[in-house]
Each structure stands twice: as C-alpha cells, then as structure tokens.
C-alpha cells in the first residue's frame, strides 16, 4: 500500500495570543511520508524567514534523497539506518543556511526556528526535534474518538526544568 493511502497528515498553527503575527511555516509531502514544521522564535529578527527556510529546505533535501531508487535496494533496518543519517543531515544543512543568511543580512541577524521534521516509512517513523515545537500522534479508534499522545519532549530550557519548576514562566534569560 502506498504511505499516501496509509497516513492522514493534518497541520494546525497559530499564533497564539500574545503575538500578532505566526512565524509557523508547514511543508508535508504525504506522497513521500514528509512533513516539516517549524516556528520561527518570537521576539527575535525574522523568524519567519528562518521557518520558511527551513521547513523548503529540508523538504527539498529529503525530496532528493528519499526516492524509490534510493529505497529499492534497502531492508526495513537500513532503510531505518538511511532516514536518520539522511534527516540528520538535512536538519544540518539548513541550520547552515540560516546561519549563512543571518550573518549576510543585517535585518535577518539572529533569527532562528524550532523544528520537527518527520519521514514515515515502513511502519516506522524518523523525527528531527529541535526546541519546544510538539509532535503528536492522533490514531483513529473504530468507534471512539482519538486520542491525542504527546511524541517529543520539549527541547527548550523551560521543558527541561524539573516539573515543580515549569509553573514559573521564563520571561528572560540573561
């Protein structure tokens, strides 16, 4: 079967009530099992850009090198093995250009984005988390409504406090 007749991909941003604008930016491409979310980090120059840029580079990456091709001649582990190297790299060639961009253009100096990228295959599934952006898994129950369960844990400062300490927002950190 086809992972586009076996996945239901459903993204949802929004900027929540403190920002007046989303730096969210969603690439999927159920017909490869990719998605790519980002948001772009409030308060910091061009948040946006650093989202987009991330989620069509990414996305592009994977395009290129997640083929039937490439697949074809792979087992379940390996092709387990190759969506990890192959995300890992790409996540890795994006954080350089954003970089890159940041340091060329003056306005775009110290932007940056959260991420989860995500590649389905073969019953498994690959994910690239970085930051407090979430990934949740939703299964359709015969008869019953879903269930939301929660697949990462937050990568910023405030999730890796311990519990008694994550009540307290974080406003700043010097």
Known sequence: MAIINAL????VTDPGRIRGHNEDCVESRPEMGVVVLADGMGGYNAGEV???MATSLIAA???????RAALKKLDREQASAFS???LQAEVSKANSAIFEAAQ???QCAGMGTTLVACLFYDNFLTVGHIGDSR???MPMRWNRSPVTTRCCRS???QGLLPKKMRVLPITKIW
């Open 50 to 52: 650093a989202s987009g």
């Open 135 to 137: 990934l949740y898994r």
């Open 104 to 106: 060329k253009d003056s």
């Open 61 to 67: 990456g994977l395009a290129n090198g997640w083929t």
């Open 8 to 11: 239901q991909i459903v993204s």
């Open 155 to 157: 990568r910023s400062i």
């Open 84 to 86: 990890q190297q192959l």
